[in-house]
């Protein structure tokens, strides 16, 4: 049965369809950038394909359980035992019933846990029931990442096994796996490399193009496209979409939370949702209520090792209860910037990544015998970023400061350093830091990609640039209420903003 999914336009109005039965066989990868409206692509094609193929929706932000309403998707919440999520999944195999598997509100390590014990009950479905499903992961990033990351090994391993399986044995057993991702470089290659289908959005990091253009087979040079595609563009190619890349435009939907005049559509020939609710969350008279399988605990890394020596300081060196609490923990935060800053000086650290980075911080706090508990992986992430953009610990008092800490924290770890140093200046008032400069904290030789990572953040509303008549660049931040004197973006590099690392 051919089914073609209209998932919007090409240029010149006509339809871009997708062929539902050719991607069941062929799997699709869809990236771009936050706000590109990959969310958006995932709710069109689910939408669209509704009354034609049941569906799974893994979804990390809880923006799939209004379909639950129009199309009667059965929200699965996932607070629930490991155990009870694959025998969920089992049953919705068996009565392919469809489903969003809401996984917000959970920690990143609960989310993989919960996501890869269901997939693990999709994927090991009695062969009776290896019906075709569609099975949709926003942010597979989270589920597949490329690296090791804050998350313990064995969360990962399961995780990143459950998605490997989706994407790269799940189509004998019916599932086809539709994944979303914001950084291709951040997806696991063996997870991307299985969908034959791709719809790129906007992508702004050269990483993310060059992975792109390795997927599609496109030259770099031709993958350029991709930074200029704008909210809802996306260019298509795979075996369910068309042969050479096309461009398209994703049309509407109607159960966004934004949608205010919802188009009625015929609801799908499912059983109602009170049954289908029935049949999922009863077990059955002969299901084998058995206790869960005990594996054995998982092998431990030499990093694990190290960081649990690290944190493990013996009761004996615990300093009696400071009589005033308020100097002990400047003096703690005194301490832990002196290692840090022990660690910036290192001309090796640029080259180090974070991970490594971090278990010599928590060696040499504990050689130094630094009170009271080390930071966490993530604070540690932060604080190097603030300390390696050049930002003197002790600005976090002034005003305006932790904000924008807080606010580069939304950001990836690359370009917080980027972002603290242009929020700096304009804390401060004083002039735009070059595009010299930028490159060099970003840890580049290229303007241009100074002035790329500008424009970034001026599209998530982060800061609005303007210029002035002498072409010197201003900087304004919206959210600290303030900007940067003219600076002149052709300008020398700013010494006093150099990594250590480039004082070879
Ligand atoms: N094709 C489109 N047509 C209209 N609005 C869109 C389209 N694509 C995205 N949007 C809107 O843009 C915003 C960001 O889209 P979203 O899908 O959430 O992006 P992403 O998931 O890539 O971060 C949302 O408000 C969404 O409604
Ligand atoms: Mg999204």
Redesign the pocket.
């Known amino acids: 049965m051919k089914v073609d999914i209209d998932m919007?336009s090409q240029s010149g109005g006509k339809a871009a369809t997708l062929d539902l039965e050719e991607l069941l066989a062929t799997r699709l990868l869809v990236q771009?950038?936050?706000?590109?409206?990959?969310?958006?692509?995932?709710?069109?094609l689910l939408e669209q394909s509704a009354p034609w193929v049941q569906q799974c929706v893994i979804d990390p932000e809880g923006?799939f359980v209004t379909l639950a309403d129009r199309y009667g998707h059965v929200v699965v919440d996932a607070e629930r035992s490991e155990a009870e999520l694959t025998r969920i999944a089992a049953r919705i195999r068996q009565h392919r019933v469809s489903v969003v598997l809401n996984l917000e509100g959970l920690d990143v390590e609960q989310q993989m846990r919960c996501a890869a014990a269901f997939l693990g009950g999709l994927f090991d479905a009695d062969r009776d029931h290896w019906y075709p499903v569609l099975v949709v992961v926003?942010e597979a990033q989270l589920f597949a990442p490329a690296v090791a990351g804050e998350v313990s090994d064995e969360a990962r391993k399961l995780s990143l096994g459950a998605m490997t399986n989706l994407m790269c044995r799940g189509r004998k057993r019916g599932l086809a796996g539709v994944i979303?991702t914001?950084r291709l470089a951040k997806l696991a290659k063996n997870v991307a490399a299985e969908a034959s289908n791709f719809l790129m959005?906007r992508t702004f990091l050269d990483i993310d193009m060059a992975r792109a253009a390795d997927l599609l087979g496109m030259d770099r040079r031709q993958s350029e496209m991709f930074r200029d595609l704008a909210?809802?563009?996306f260019v298509a190619l795979g075996p369910a979409l068309s042969r050479r890349p096309l461009p398209v435009?994703?049309?509407?939907?109607e159960t966004?939370a934004?949608s205010t005049s919802p188009k009625l559509t015929p609801l799908p020939e499912a059983p109602a949702p009170a049954d289908a609710r029935d049949l999922i969350f009863t077990p059955a008279a002969d299901e084998v209520r058995a206790m869960p399988v005990r594996r054995p605990p998982p092998p431990v890394s030499t990093a694990d090792i190290l960081t649990q020596l690290a944190q493990a300081r013996p009761k004996a060196e615990e300093p009696a209860e400071p009589l005033l609490p308020v100097i002990a923990e400047a003096d703690h935060a005194a301490r832990i910037d002196e290692v840090l800053r022990e660690i910036l000086v290192d001309p090796d650290a640029a080259f180090r990544t974070v991970a490594v980075l971090y278990q010599d911080f928590l060696v040499r706090c504990r050689i130094r015998r630094v009170p009271g508990e080390p930071l966490t992986l993530a604070d540690f992430r932060r604080r190097f970023a603030v300390a390696r953009a050049g930002v003197d610990m002790t600005r976090e008092g002034e005003e305006g400061w932790p904000q924008a800490v807080t606010l580069s924290a939304g950001l990836p770890d690359d370009l917080q350093g980027v972002f603290l140093v242009i929020a700096r200046a304009a804390l401060t008032g004083a002039p735009c830091p070059s595009d010299a400069t930028i490159a060099r904290v970003y840890g580049s030789h290229s303007p241009s990609r100074a002035r790329r990572l500008i424009a970034y953040f001026e599209e998530r509303g982060l800061f609005v640039v303007r210029t002035d008549f002498r072409g010197r660049r201003i900087v304004a931040s919206p959210d600290l209420g303030c900007e940067t004197a003219p600076g002149d973006p052709a300008g020398p590099v700013d010494v006093s903003q150099d990594l250590p690392s480039a004082a070879e």
Do not use: E
């Open positions: 919007g771009g950038n936050s706000g590109s409206g990959k969310s958006h692509l995932l709710r069109r923006d926003d979303a914001q959005g909210r809802g563009h435009t994703i049309g509407t939907v966004s934004r």
